[in-house]
């Protein structure tokens, strides 16, 4: 297994790796909209905290040698599941590929965001 570390997403907000890379699959943590380079949160909406969100997962996942292209499934954590539409609008910008993905509301996310992505994907040859 190979942890995977970059500056360009926000570092982990605990005891976790932004990502581990196993043969020639990696996985994503749970991105959430923090500016990795101001440590605050990106935006009030769902759009433009998604937005962030798949700019933090497009670093992780080019760091570990891979993008989002490569995607395999994606599991997704909406704050509230009345944005659902407003958030496949913008997913839908960046997986393409449609990979399997579930997507569910949950209670709440960490520092109240309004949503949470992680990705399995493999590695770009």
Do not use: H, W
Not at 106 to 121: M, R
Request: charged letters at 25%.
């Amino acid at each position: 297994m190979k942890k995977v570390e970059t500056k360009n997403a926000p570092a982990a907000i605990g005891p976790y790796s932004q990502a581990i890379v196993v043969d020639n699959l990696i996985f994503t943590s749970g991105q959430i909209p923090i500016i990795p380079e101001t440590g605050e949160i990106a935006g009030n909406t769902v759009e433009e905290q998604a937005e962030q969100v798949m700019k933090n997962l497009s670093a992780v996942l080019k760091e570990a040698g891979s993008s989002l292209e490569k995607s395999i499934k994606t599991t997704c954590y909406l704050d509230n599941m009345e944005d659902f539409s407003a958030f496949n609008k913008i997913y839908e910008k960046y997986f393409s590929g449609k990979p399997a993905r579930s997507c569910v509301a949950v209670k709440e996310l960490p520092k109240k965001v309004l949503c949470e992505v992680e990705v399995i994907a493999t590695i770009c040859e």
